[in-house]
């Protein structure tokens, strides 16, 4: 069973993960965090919602200073994905469709953020 860490920046407001996608497979666990330990929420579709374990609450929060940790509970297709934000007013107003095997890990801004160079090892996730 393997296990992946998504570590979310800030770039100018906006949460970055630091990968574009994970697989879902049943047993592998994922865990969330901020990379400066400032709380924030994550807003899973609700596909992503009912694959993972324990369910997450829309919004779900990551806590300052901790980690948010999930278990998939399946490896059937379906339209995974999460959006990542500080408050309320960074719920998506709809999630992407399409059927896969793939989290998709998504930014709430009408476009990427700026990437900052060669020394960046942040994500530029999906623009919402």
């Known amino acids: 069973m393997a296990?992946?860490?998504?570590t979310l920046k800030d770039n100018?407001?906006?949460l970055v993960p630091s990968l574009?996608?994970?697989r879902v497979v049943a047993g592998d666990t994922i865990t969330f965090s901020t990379v400066d330990g400032r709380a924030a929420l994550a807003y899973f579709s609700p596909d992503a919602a009912a694959?993972?374990?324990p369910n997450p609450a829309n919004p779900c929060p990551i806590a300052t200073g901790?980690?948010?940790?999930?278990s998939f509970t399946t490896s059937d297709r379906g339209a995974y994905s999460v959006y990542f934000g500080y408050g309320?007013?960074?719920?998506?107003?709809s999630f992407p469709g399409g059927h896969s095997e793939i989290l998709r890990l998504e930014i709430n801004a009408p476009e990427a953020p700026p990437f900052s160079g060669p020394t960046d090892s942040m994500g530029t996730g999906h623009s919402g």
């Open 66 to 70: 901790a980690k948010a940790h999930f």
């Open 51 to 53: 694959g993972l374990s």
């Open 12 to 14: 100018k407001g906006v």
């Open 3 to 6: 296990n992946t860490d998504v």
């Open 88 to 93: 309320a007013g960074d719920a998506p107003d």
């Open 20 to 22: 574009d996608s994970v």
